[in-house]
T-cell receptor
Framework: KNQVEQSPQSLIILEGKNCTLQ??????????LRWYKQDTGRGPVSLTI?????NTKSNGRYTATLDADTKQSSLHITASQLSDSASYIC?????????????FGGGTRVLVKP | SQTIHQWPATLVQPVGSPLSLECTVE??????LYWYRQAAGRGLQLLFY??????ISSEVPQNLSASRPQDRQFILSSKKLLLSDSGFYLC?????????????FGSGTRLTVV
């Protein structure tokens, strides 16, 4: 069964500090992995997209890593800001053999405090 | 540029009443369209997807239905709402035949069935 597990479920960090979110998946065969940011009551917004051959990708203060061998990804937030408070969702897409389907993680809720 | 519109943003409906949520996409042709539901504190669940006018695939048995009367219009409906239909509904689109491209989500509709 295709699964995406994210950890931690939630975390609180002080403004200006760094944090790392984890995503482990079992989707196979794998096509790509996305990290989304979802503000409360809004739709998810894409941060990064990585394919099998990509190990790291950055978007401003967000840096995602991917280890396709261990089926793990991380999202690192540098110098956090209050506006980073949101849920971060890891989404994995399987190849056609896996039905081209997206499997969503449950998300990590981040709260940045001043 | 492509945009996706979803409305209404919030909706409170009594049990047994009908439902109609609308989603439209601009700036693209023949998009793949999706309806997702997000229960509180949980991941997104795919409800329906459509690859063309009149082509609807249902992912889970439920009280809801979807229709695509026009190329860039996707409608989520119910004849009689249940309490369990409460949740956050998201419409999304992706370009056709671009496996590696990210999904773009609408801003969501918060449905509360009372």
């Amino acid at each position: 069964k295709n699964q995406v597990e994210q950890s931690p479920q939630s975390l609180i960090i002080l403004e200006g500090k760094n944090c790392t979110l984890q995503c482990n998946y079992t989707v196979s065969p794998f096509s790509n992995l996305r990290w989304y940011k979802q503000d409360t009551g809004r739709g998810p917004v894409s941060l990064t997209i990585m394919t099998f051959s990509e190990n790291t990708k950055s978007n401003g203060r967000y840096t995602a890593t991917l280890d396709a061998d261990t089926k793990q990804s991380s999202l690192h937030i540098t110098a956090s800001q209050l506006s980073d408070s949101a849920s971060y969702i890891c989404v994995v897409r399987g190849r056609k053999a896996a039905g081209n389907k997206l499997t969503f993680g449950g998300g990590t809720r981040v709260l940045v405090k001043p | 540029s492509q945009t996706i519109h979803q409305w209404p943003a919030t909706l409170v409906q009594p049990v047994g009443s009908p439902l109609s949520l609308e989603c439209t996409v601009e700036g693209t042709s023949n998009p793949n369209l999706y309806w997702y539901r997000q229960a509180a504190g949980r991941g997104l669940q795919l409800l329906f997807y459509s690859v063309g006018i009149g082509q609807i695939s249902s992912e889970v048995p439920q009280n809801l239905s979807a229709s695509r009367p026009q190329d860039r219009q996707f409608i989520l409906s119910s004849k009689k709402l249940l309490l369990s239909d409460s949740g956050f509904y998201l419409c999304a689109w992706s370009p056709p035949d671009r496996e590696g491209y990210g999904y773009t989500f609408g801003s969501g509709t918060r449905l509360t069935v009372v």
